[in-house]
């Protein structure tokens, strides 16, 4: 009985330790947990509410801002040294009412880039103008100059000016020639990488072809650009339009006596690699005689004046002359037809020093050869007739294309000009 009773005694002993041993760890656990919150509130009434109660207010917003970058450009003084330098501009304002670009500033952009070669953004120092706005007034510069002025400076040889070319031959000792047919290349830099095999020549650069006929005075009577490089002169020609109005009956009618033969038909002077056609008058190859030797100096060096042609083109135009930046043959053609355009431009401003005879003593030595005309005899040594436009069949247009292709032409006209050469040359 007392055993019972001591046991019973001892296990609520036990239970009554434990349950004060969790009451004091608790109690323990509960004054540490208030005394962090006092230290966390004693910290925050220092550091904190000194902050937010002061007058100073930081700035709030919902996402971080970002100012956009941009090149500061003094538009107005740019334009104001333009002006007191060359012109006299009127600029237009924008939408933020600041001036714009003038249009003589986009002007001489584009003018200095054709001129010098010079990058979009090059310009940027002088006229403050963005790369951008830069090659958009280039595009436009040379797009207005094709469609102003290309229909006159662009135009085929009409029948004053077939008149003036074959005066200026038989003068030189050529009669009926009407100027010197060659192509040259243009590199291009930015090419579509797909169309490297097409435009890359023997040299191993992508080049894009012109093909022109120039005279004596370096007008440039025809102008075709875009075949790809990998063509030679004679793909070229297979493509150009250069003998379309003779084909089709709208070149004006020529006719020439050369050693006592007639010939219906103009000549271009032109190096070994075209063909052997009646409108065609290469050198000869491999000359023996006095005859041949004196026919090839005279030949060569008459041909030399499309070769002129295209250095004085590309020593005016420096754009040329350089690789093209340009990304399509679209604005690569509309490029060589202004810079052809304005070229043609300073020739007939300057075209009366570059004559070498007096054409009035000339004239006046051989009166004008028109049909009909009142002075007008058979011993005149060309005579010129309008092309009629009425004469427009597919038969009278291949009997056309069989007579310049024609080879025994070629070959009788090549050996009346060097009889007719020797003849009046043979003795200097």
């Known amino acids: 009985m007392n055993s019972d009773s001591n046991s019973s005694s001892s296990s609520n002993s036990g239970l009554f330790d434990y349950m004060v041993n969790n009451y004091v760890e608790w109690h323990e656990s509960i004054t540490q947990r208030r005394k962090e919150d006092e230290l966390i509130e004693e910290a925050i009434n220092i550091a904190v509410v000194p902050f937010v109660t002061s007058p100073y207010q930081v700035p709030f917003t919902l996402e971080p801002t970002y100012q956009r970058w941009y090149v500061p450009r003094d538009r107005e003084y740019a334009d104001i040294q333009l002006y007191n330098d060359y012109f006299s501009p009127?600029?237009?304002?924008?939408?933020?009412g600041?001036?714009?670009?003038?249009?003589?500033?986009?002007?001489?952009?584009?003018?200095?880039?054709?001129?010098?070669?010079?990058?979009?953004?090059?310009?940027?120092?002088?006229?403050?103008?963005?790369?951008?706005?830069?090659?958009?007034?280039l595009a436009h510069f040379v797009e207005g100059v094709v469609a102003q002025f290309g229909p006159e400076y662009l135009r085929r040889a009409s029948t004053m000016d077939t008149e003036q070319l074959l005066r200026e031959s038989y003068v030189r000792g050529f009669p009926g020639m009407m100027g010197n047919i060659d192509c040259m290349h243009w590199e291009w830099k930015n090419f579509p990488r797909a169309w490297k095999g097409m435009y890359q020549g023997r040299s191993k650069t992508t080049t894009v072809i012109l093909e022109?006929?120039?005279?004596?005075?370096?007008?440039?009577w025809h102008a075709f650009f875009g075949t790809p490089g990998s063509c030679n002169d004679i793909n070229v020609l297979q493509r150009s339009p250069v003998f379309s109005d003779i084909c089709e009956g709208k070149a004006p009618e020529v006719t020439f006596n050369v050693n006592g033969n007639t010939y219906n038909m103009g000549?271009?002077?032109?190096?070994?690699?075209?063909?052997?056609?009646?409108?065609?008058?290469?050198?000869?190859?491999?000359?023996?005689?006095?005859?041949?030797?004196?026919f090839t100096k005279k030949q060569e060096s008459y041909r030399k004046d499309v070769e002129r042609a295209f250095g004085v083109l590309q020593a005016r135009f420096a754009i040329i002359r350089q690789p093209s930046l340009a990304w399509s043959?679209?604005?690569?053609?509309?490029?060589?037809?202004?810079?052809?355009?304005?070229?043609?431009?300073?020739?007939?401003?300057?075209?009366?020093g570059h004559l070498h005879y007096d054409a009035i003593e000339f004239i006046n030595d051989q009166p004008q050869n028109l049909a009909g005309s009142p002075t007008g005899n058979n011993n005149q040594p060309f005579t010129v007739r309008s092309g009629r436009l009425d004469r427009l069949n597919l038969n009278v247009y291949m009997e056309n294309r069989n007579n310049v292709r024609d080879r025994e032409t070629h070959i009788a006209l090549k050996n009346d000009l060097v009889e007719h050469i020797w003849e009046r040359f043979g003795n200097e």
């Open 90 to 96: 009127q600029p237009l304002s924008d939408a933020t």
């Open 98 to 137: 600041r001036l714009g670009a003038s249009t003589l500033q986009k002007c001489t952009a584009a003018i200095q880039m054709l001129a010098y070669g010079t990058s979009a953004d090059a310009v940027d120092e002088y006229l403050k103008i963005a790369l951008s706005t830069a090659r958009e007034g």
């Open 212 to 220: 022109a006929v120039a005279s004596q005075d370096l007008w440039i």
């Open 267 to 294: 000549y271009y002077l032109t190096d070994g690699i075209y063909p052997k056609w009646a409108t065609f008058i290469p050198a000869i190859k491999h000359p023996q005689t006095g005859k041949h030797k004196l």
């Open 329 to 352: 043959t679209e604005i690569l053609w509309k490029i060589v037809m202004a810079c052809i355009i304005m070229h043609n431009m300073i020739v007939e401003d300057e075209r009366d």
